[in-house]
Each structure stands twice: as structure tokens, then as C-alpha cells.
DNA sequence: GACCTTGATTTGAACGATCAAATCGGTACA
DNA sequence: TGTACCGATTTGATCGTTCAAATCAAGGTC
């Protein structure tokens, strides 16, 4: 029976099991190190109390939070950025696996800023931060490597392309796949409304497009460029329909910009998939909700990489010499569908 | 200048304002049993050197983790949730003021189980846990209750009515105010679109839709229910239109629900807002993206409130006498617009 | 039988903070 | 002059854990 109080301590199973705190630790730890005789009788002890360590003595003792700070100002509402909330979700799932959680923190301000980080690593609250989204001058990066605070991106680092310790989704190769589904089924020309050129992520994933349709022989449709916004989507859209004729097909480079051309394709009377292909990027509930064809992000396993990268930093070891990209996973929605090629 | 190490401990920040650990610290917690001048020497000290003390050390001496849990299941893709993460965003940007951090977990399954919490509580990795949608037979209250783990909850605890560490949106508020907000409009009929009885969250917001009728003077339109999904949403949309004519609104129990309906007049040729009047419910991105007018739910407000439910639990103070119901607010999109009554 | 080795276990110290009790230098009062 | 008292500050102890060094028991060697 647990002592007085209700925590139980390393000090209450040593008792319990006639072992001194040292040989309880070790049974944890090092169970080499222990008798197995003695280590039997001490897991005993440690089941029937229900004994586990405190997080806290183990962090002042260890000088590790087992914390890793993850930045959430975009996950705010009318921020439309639909990957984040999921990909913290998946890091905070898999972070158990690597014995530390997630802290999710904000700045007040809109833009991402230091000031938060600073306070988070100012405590210790955490070991490490977890970026994601980095632009071109975005501050950040450069700071936590100026101060030694271990981090990892979820995207690459433009600005530093010494940095390695990044985790990346292939736009290319998921437009590319996207083309290669579209050229499958059938559909004679495949279009693209991707962002206005400039933002790295955006022309990678149009060159896939491009790759995409040299290596399949399919024959490129027209393109059109908008914000990440439904109404510049749509309007963007409109643009493109009248160029679009049936058993044409577009590849987006996001759900948000593949939901405005859907939604224009139905405004017109033109049903999307079997006239009109249409195919997003994310795999973003929204997209889910309305069944259109996607290029799924794999949040799971980009956290688990993430969180890996993470570990071999804070062990001290090396960091890869390179950065890594992951393959996302063309989910078959309603948008796309399969046409006959005699027509 | 810090001593080798790159950590700035009390102890560096004593040796610096030459006095003892001791003093330090009654600065930053017991500011008035320091001598005015050597407060100042030591407030200069503690700047100079940019202290802040250790988290973890203050976690073990407190016995106060400063965290809390919060499961995240339902932030997974499909849950179609999305009233969670904005949720998880507002709690994590208030959380600081409150001296304390959000830690998000979650269990294995897709049920909401015991056993990530269990885990969570044992290592005292929190101090206490905020749940949400409670449901008939959910098993997280009483074990939480049982074990006499501090916890408040977004949503009422329907199953034990003695329980009022609860903070919840006043949902027949909301909806009466959507029924009023459509009847200045000048709309002539005003609808429902909710989910099967039975449920306690969408039987509060029906009965607002029927008390705001009722109080409003406008005649109660057609109504209909299904399921939390848009497809349902849209079948549901479908069987309504045949009894919606022009000048008439309909609320909606959920923003899905609204963007089904939005999306049936829009595939039947009828314009949102200037033919048929769509209030949806939750303030969700999907409504603010199709600028649906939407019933917004204050979730700053509410994390604040269960923050300072769960500052009060902590510090033994006793409960309030009752949960707490707070005002969403109305906002106007383009899916009602004004009407002229003289039609 | 004294001495060394090996393996298992225990004791001491430390991580960084804060509470409680002890100390210190002054003042006031008898 | 002694002492009681005061505010300001310091010292000691503690939170629960784990590393490093000390101790202990058993066996082997000369």
C-alpha cells in the first residue's frame, strides 16, 4: 500500500521491494546492472504501486524538458492553414513514442517573431523547436542557429542551404503522380492553377506539373495562378474554363485553390471528374469533406522524421548530410474519374 | 558576464548582485521583503544577465507541473472537427498568461479512453486536463472525478449535473439570434437544418430556432436533420428545397451543415443569401472561407474561462456554483442579405 | 591467511528552485 | 548594560531522480 500521501515515489517502491532508490533507478535504466533476482522483486514493486518516475525530477536531474516547442500562430482561425492543425496533431501522437510532447506556444503578433521562442528556451520549457512554413527572410531559422537551439523544419530552409536538419514533401514528384493519375484515366490534356511564381514551394510543385506532362505525353492545359484563396481561386478558375473542354483535366497546387475551380465547374454546369479532372494538394479535410481527388501530405511519417532529427540533435549526434523528402500519396477522390479514350 | 556554462541559474544572478540565492528569488515572488535598494541591484543583476528561472526546477520544489492536458484525437484528418484546433490554438496563446502550457495527447484508438490520460497523470506531467465533447457514457469525467484529478471541460458534463466545472456556448442563444438576425433581414420564413434528436448540443440549438420563432414573430419554415457530414448535409438540403421559396432563411446546427445546404442552391441555380438566407453555426474556416454568416463561438473567451476554472481548482478553491453559458456572436456573411419586405 | 578481483548494491552529491528557520545588525526600552 | 524586538538577509533542508564513488560479499590466487 502506497504511504500516506498519494504519489508514489521511487522511495516507496524501494522500500516496498527492500532495495535502496539507487537499485529501483537501476531496474529502469541499466536493468543489466541489477541482479535478476532482485530486478523480479523490484518490477513487482513497481507494478503493484503503479510507480512512474516524475517527469519533473527526471527533466531538473537530466536538464531535458522532454519538451519540444511547436509555434501555432497559424493554426488560428481565418489563417486557412489547413496543415498545420493535423501535422500537430501527428507530432503530439508520435512525440509519446519518443518520450518528450509537444508544447504548443504562440506569439501575439501575426508574424512569426523570435519572442516566443525566446521565452519558451529563456525557461527550459522545452529542448527544441519544431518550424514549419519558413520563407524567404524569415528570421527565425537564423536566430536559433546564432543561439545553438536545436531545431528541425518541417519544409526546407531556403534561406540556409547549409542546414539539413529538414523534413519536405516532394511537390514535384505529388504534382507529377497527379499528372500521371489524370494521363491514366484518360483525360487528353492536363492544365494547372498553381501561386504566382516566386514562392519556392509553388514552382516546385509546377515543375512537376511540367515533369509530369513530358513524361507521360500528355499534352499541358492552359494555367492560371491565384492566392492561396477561395475567391482568388475562383476567379482564377473562371479564367481558366473557358480554355477547359471536357475530358480536359487541372492540377492544383492546394486543396483550397481545387475546391474554387470545383466549385466554378459546378457554378458553370460542368460536372467535375467525369467532364473536368480536377486534382488538389494537402489532403486536406477539406478535401475529404468533398471527395476530391488529392495529393495527401504524410504528416505522419514527415512527424516522425521530424522527431528523429530531433533525438540525433540532442544526443549530439550529426546532423544527415542532407535534407529529406518524402513522397506524398495520391488519394483517388470523385473529381477525377475514368473516361473512355475512344471518344 | 555568465559564468562558463551557457545556463544563467539563481545562483549566477546571487554571486552577481552579491547576495544570496535566497534574496533572489524573494524578488521575483516576495518582492517586499527585499530592501528597496537591493531589490534594484538585484532586478539590474537579473536583467544584465537575462535570468529566468528553471521550469523544471520550479516543477519539482512546486510539485506543480504547469501543464495542461488536452486529448487531441479529434484533431486527426476526417474527424471533420474543426471547431478543436482553433480550440487548442486560442487555449495554447492564453495558457501563458496564465503561467502555464498546453500539453496535447492522444490514445491509440479513435474512442476517447482513460488510458492517455492515465498515462499523462501518472508522471505527473500535468497538473490537470481539459476535455470536450462529452457524450451520454463517456468515461473520462467519472474516472477523472474518481481519481480526483483537477479537470474542466468545454461542453457540459450531461452526465452528472453536480459537476460545474464547465464552460459552454449558449447554443439556443445563438440560434435565436440567427432567427432574429434573418427576420430583420426581412426574410419571411426561417428554417431549420439541424441534427437528429437526442443529441444535448443540437436539441439546445433547435430550441433556440423555435424560441427565436416564437419570440421574433417570424413563421417557422421546413425543417430537417442528419448527420454531422456534408453529403448527409446535402441529401438533407435536397429534401428541404422543394419547400424553401424565395425570401426564406433557414439556420443550420453546424457550418457543414450550412455549406451542405449553400451547396444545393447553389446546384439548383439559387443564389445563397439574396434568394434563400443560410446561417450557419460554429465560426468555423469552412464558413469563413465561403463567407457563410455564421454563429461564432467566442473560444477565446471560452479558453480563458476554463483556465481560470482549472487556476481555481488548483489552488483549492471550491467550484462555482454553476457552469458557465457565454454569448456567441452573430457574424454577417454574404449567405443572408437584406431583403425588401415589401415583396 | 592476506590480497586482489568482480559483481551487486548502497551512500553521497547534485540538478535549480523555494519554504522554513536561523542569523545578523540596529533600535528601543527597561 | 542587558535584552527584547524588528526588518533584511542568509543558511539548511527539501522536492524526486540519477550519476559517480564507496561499500560489501563472495570467490580466486599465491
Same mark, same amino acid.
Given at each position: ?27 529502469? @535504466? /541499466?536493468?543489466?546492472?541489477? %541482479? *535478476?533476482?532482485? !530486478? #523480479? ?5 513497481? +507494478?503493484?504501486? $503503479? ?82 512554413? @519558413? /520563407?524567404?527572410?524569415?528570421? %527565425? *531559422?537564423?536566430? !536559433? #542557429? ?5 531545431? +528541425?523544419?518541417? $519544409? ?89 473542354? *471536357? ?12 475546391? $474554387? ?83
Amino acid at each position: 500500500m502506497p504511504r500516506s500521501s498519494d504519489r508514489v515515489t521511487i522511495h516507496d517502491v524501494a522500500q516496498r521491494a527492500a532495495v535502496s532508490r539507487q537499485t529501483v533507478s537501476n531496474v529502469l @535504466t /541499466h536493468p543489466t546492472r541489477v %541482479r *535478476p533476482e532482485t !530486478l #523480479e522483486r523490484v518490477q513487482a514493486a513497481i +507494478a503493484e504501486l $503503479g510507480y512512474q518516475p516524475s517527469s519533473s525530477a527526471q527533466s531538473l536531474r537530466s536538464q531535458r524538458a522532454g519538451a519540444v516547442g511547436v509555434e501555432i500562430n497559424t493554426l488560428g482561425p481565418r489563417s486557412h492553414n489547413e496543415t498545420m492543425a493535423p501535422f500537430l496533431g501527428s507530432l503530439a501522437m508520435r512525440a509519446a513514442e519518443h518520450g518528450s510532447h509537444m508544447v504548443p506556444f504562440g506569439s501575439p503578433g501575426d508574424r512569426p517573431m523570435v519572442q516566443g521562442y525566446q521565452a519558451m528556451w529563456a525557461r527550459r520549457l522545452v529542448d527544441a523547436f519544431i518550424i514549419a512554413d @519558413t /520563407h524567404h527572410g524569415d528570421p %527565425r *531559422p537564423a536566430w !536559433l #542557429e546564432e543561439n545553438g537551439i536545436p531545431f +528541425a523544419s518541417f $519544409g526546407r530552409v531556403w534561406d540556409d542551404p547549409t542546414f539539413t536538419g529538414w523534413v519536405d514533401v516532394d511537390g514535384a514528384a505529388g504534382t507529377s503522380a497527379a499528372v500521371a493519375h489524370c494521363a491514366e484515366l484518360g483525360y487528353r490534356t492536363v492544365g494547372y492553377l498553381g501561386w504566382p511564381s516566386g514562392s519556392v514551394v509553388g514552382d516546385d510543385r509546377r515543375a512537376g506539373w511540367v515533369a509530369g506532362c513530358a513524361g507521360t505525353g500528355v499534352a499541358p492545359g492552359p494555367e492560371a495562378s491565384c492566392d492561396q484563396d477561395l475567391d482568388d481561386a475562383r476567379a482564377a478558375a473562371r479564367r481558366l474554363l473557358a480554355d477547359l473542354g *471536357p475530358s480536359d483535366a487541372v492540377v492544383c497546387a492546394s486543396d483550397i485553390l481545387a475546391l $474554387g475551380l470545383h466549385h466554378e465547374l459546378l457554378a458553370a454546369g460542368r460536372e467535375p471528374g467525369s467532364e473536368v479532372g480536377v486534382v488538389g494538394f494537402d489532403g486536406s479535410d477539406t478535401a475529404l469533406m468533398h471527395h476530391l481527388t488529392t495529393v495527401v501530405q504524410p504528416l505522419d511519417q514527415i512527424a516522425d522524421r521530424i522527431l528523429d532529427l530531433l533525438d540525433d540533435a540532442l544526443s549530439g549526434r550529426a546532423r544527415p548530410s542532407a535534407g529529406a523528402l518524402l513522397h506524398p500519396v495520391l488519394l483517388r477522390g470523385d473529381s477525377t474519374s475514368a473516361r473512355s479514350r475512344s471518344r
